[in-house]
């Protein structure tokens, strides 16, 4: 099973400079890229975008002060140069040709690249609104959710949705698919019903726009096995974030792969389409927020439309306020305002619900209902930023958002259930000589993999990644004591053929 991936930053820095520089032919890919790096990172891009000249290390070091603002840009460059977008040699800053002349284009609107999307020159005859793509993207990804926390809220996934749930190990088909590494549960028929895993907990309590990309990042993962092009496919996903809500855009301009793709990502509730085949295509909010570092905030399917409507009329934080319905009291009780079946299961996944009306549901949290949740493999951190993201607009008046006393509680719930943690190791004793142990002991040490020694009895523990180089150690010197004996008993038998000579 692959590592399952949450952050685009981390995935992209895993790729050759060859990717890269494929990536950056398209000035959107360079444009998304940008969007996704912190304040600091862009702030070195624009003041070195015109700079035709390779930038000295020590004329760079004078654009920040003091020791801080240096390891701030200490840490900005490394994040640049993993990227590729800065390269360091003699002590010069160069920025990647190709970035530099399509990162121009796409700040002046130059060249003749359709990366941002080719949109329609022809009304369509069956033109939907943005409430209909807010409340289908809501549909779809409810869809998916719901079905992780088994709940019967619309229709199950299809299949391509059950392989990645599988593949990405958010759910698995149960013991008998697990023990034969069966990933592929959607075309088994005796896999049984799914079991949500650990991380399949934490999935659902990230943000919607994580959760998306954890999503991409798992079918970049899968992109290789379905012949697809790894380039074509993340040009795409960064096309994706850079069109118009409520636009609709040529589907005639993609390539094979990023038709096929296409199709895949109707599934998920990014893009719409009317039919297979559909000359066009409509980006939901789901992809025109992927590369905006904006949160995602999606109602529920039957209040999409009207939350759509309202947001034109709000501000930033009026239409986030909004979107908070939990009100948590200094003794630990719970309101949630909330009608939606998938926010009342995740917060039943650590909150004791105790009663629910028509618009909201109470509950109090409890020691037995963190550890229950601790136990599935959901952190204190994860609750904690869970309550903050939807907190109640009442809440979010007080400073801190959340009643302290609960925080801290939580936190030591989970220190308690922590005070004892199993860690893979390796028992090593009867050492013969004393000498062998302390030998053996400082070569562990030395490694950083001594977990527990006892000289006395010639023990010690050590981490199940060093037990190979340990025995590797211990059997050079089981080598050497015997060519030691060996040359002993040789020398030994020369001593006495030479006394009985004499």
């Not at 624009?46 to 000295?56: E, H, N, T």
């Not at 990405?168 to 005796?190: C, E, I």
């Not at 659902?204 to 798992?218: E, G, K, S």
């Not at 050492?431 to 062998?436: L, P, S």
């Amino acid at each position: 099973m692959s590592k399952f991936q949450t952050s685009i930053h981390e995935y992209l820095e895993t790729l050759p400079l060859q990717t890269f520089n494929r990536l950056y032919q398209k000035p959107a890919t360079c444009l998304a890229i940008f969007r996704l790096l912190p304040p600091l990172g862009k702030q070195i891009i624009m003041s070195s975008l015109y700079v035709d000249a390779p930038i000295p290390l020590d004329d760079m070091k004078q654009w920040f002060k003091g020791s801080a603002g240096l390891a701030k840009h200490e840490e900005a460059m490394q994040r640049l140069k993993a990227l590729k977008i800065f390269a360091e040699d003699r002590g010069n800053y160069t920025m990647n040709a190709t970035f530099v002349d399509q990162f121009r284009n796409a700040l002046t609107g130059g060249g003749n690249s359709q990366s941002f999307g080719l949109a329609t020159s022809t009304p369509d005859k069956h033109h939907v609104d943005i409430a209909f793509l807010d409340d289908y993207a809501t549909k779809q990804w409810e869809a998916i959710l719901h079905f992780m926390v088994g709940t019967t809220e619309g229709r199950p996934p299809c299949k391509g949705v059950l392989n990645l749930l599988g593949r990405s190990g958010l759910m698995t088909g149960g013991p008998d698919a697990a023990s034969q590494g069966d990933t592929d549960f959607a075309g088994r028929l005796d896999f049984g019903v799914p079991k949500i895993t650990h991380k399949g907990f934490q999935f659902l309590l990230q943000d919607i726009n994580t959760q998306v990309w954890a999503f991409l990042l798992q079918y970049l993962n899968m992109a290789e096995s379905l012949n697809m092009d790894l380039v074509e496919v993340l040009t795409f996903f960064f096309q994706l974030g850079s069109l118009e809500l409520g636009n609709d855009y040529s589907s005639e301009t993609l390539t094979p792969t990023q038709t096929h793709l296409l199709e895949d990502l109707k599934a998920y509730g990014i893009v719409y389409q009317r039919k297979r085949g559909s000359r066009r295509f409509y980006p939901t909010r789901l992809a025109t927020t992927l590369t905006s570092g904006t949160p995602v905030m999606l109602g529920s399917h039957a209040n999409a439309a009207k939350h759509a409507a309202a947001a034109s009329r709000k501000t930033e934080e009026e239409e986030e306020d909004d979107h908070g319905f939990i009100i948590l009291e200094t003794n630990y009780r719970m309101y949630a305002y909330t009608d939606s079946p998938l926010q009342i299961a995740v917060l039943n996944l650590f909150i004791h619900l105790r009663d629910r009306f028509p618009n909201m549901v109470t509950g109090v949290i409890t020691r037995d209902s963190i550890r229950r949740a601790l136990s599935k493999g959901i952190t204190a951190d994860q609750i904690i930023t869970y309550l903050t993201t939807h907190a109640h607009a009442q809440m979010r008046k007080h400073t801190p958002i959340l009643p302290l006393t609960v925080v801290d509680q939580i936190r030591l719930w989970e220190i308690e259930k922590n005070r004892l943690r199993p860690t893979p190791s390796w028992l090593y004793s009867q050492f013969g000589r004393q000498q062998d142990f302390d030998s053996t002991l400082q070569y562990a040490s030395e490694l950083g993999i001594v977990l527990w020694s006892n000289p006395k009895k010639k023990q010690m523990c050590i981490k199940s990644e060093g037990h190979q180089a340990v025995g590797n150690y211990i059997r050079k010197l089981i080598s050497r004591h015997k060519e030691q004996a060996q040359q002993q008993q040789q020398q030994q038998q020369r001593q006495h053929v030479t006394s009985a000579v004499s």
